[in-house]
């Protein structure tokens, strides 16, 4: 009797550890749910800066800094400017990202570029990947953010599939009033193109 018991519960436990729900059996769909949890769908894309009129009086910074950085040194790249119309709505923008020592071996030239008609920023070659986080500090001041909901803004990637992961970091901030939007020790592990979404 108690062979038959032994037979039937293995038996039950084979049967009941093959159907499709088992994540130990079907790794993909684990895997599918962690991408799905740290991706977003989003519809409006990248906050955008106000319209820049090809005229005379347009302000355009050059908003990109490239630099030769040793892995075993590290190093800074930055970017600061305006980008507007004069005298009309002008959005100033500034960007630090720190490499800190050892984040690569060897030496690569790395560049960090602001967009000019959104609040992202492109970093090359794009592809690349850290053995240590670089840090991101990104401002913008000027922008009208009246009627967008601050609580929904993040702070993400855009992959080469277009598809948005939020990047972990230390806060983001927002000033409606002075149309002030920015993140702090924004976690970079590779390059592509980062920024505000709503």
């Given amino acids: 009797m108690k062979k038959y018991f032994l037979l039937l519960v293995t038996a039950g436990l084979v049967?009941?550890?093959c159907n499709s729900e088992n994540l130990i059996v079907d790794p993909v769909q684990s895997n599918s749910n962690v991408k799905q949890s740290q991706s977003l769908v989003i519809e409006t894309g990248f906050i955008q800066l106000p319209v820049i009129k090809q005229?005379?009086?347009?302000?355009a910074s050059d908003l990109t800094d490239t630099d030769l950085i040793y892995g075993n040194k590290g190093g800074e790249l930055e970017v600061e400017g305006k980008l507007g119309i004069a005298k009309s709505s002008v959005v100033e923008v500034h960007g630090t990202l720190d490499i800190p020592k050892g984040a690569f071996k060897g030496s690569k030239t790395l560049?960090?570029?602001?967009?000019?008609?959104?609040?992202?920023?492109?970093?090359?070659?794009?592809?690349?990947f850290f053995d240590k986080s670089l840090l991101l500090d990104l401002e913008y001041k000027g922008l009208n953010l009246?009627?967008?909901?601050?609580?929904?803004?993040?702070f993400v990637y855009l992959s080469?599939?277009?598809?948005?992961?939020?990047i972990p970091n230390d806060g983001i901030q927002v000033d409606v009033k002075e149309g002030k939007l920015e993140v702090h020790g924004a976690q970079i592990d590779h390059f592509s193109r980062f920024g505000f979404v709503r």
């Fill in 111 to 128: 560049s960090m570029s602001a967009d000019k008609n959104s609040t992202s920023v492109t970093f090359g070659p794009s592809g690349s």
């Fill in 146 to 154: 009246v009627g967008i909901d601050v609580s929904k803004i993040k």
């Fill in 160 to 166: 080469s599939d277009g598809i948005y992961s939020i």
């Fill in 55 to 59: 005229t005379g009086n347009n302000i």
């Fill in 15 to 17: 049967l009941s550890g």
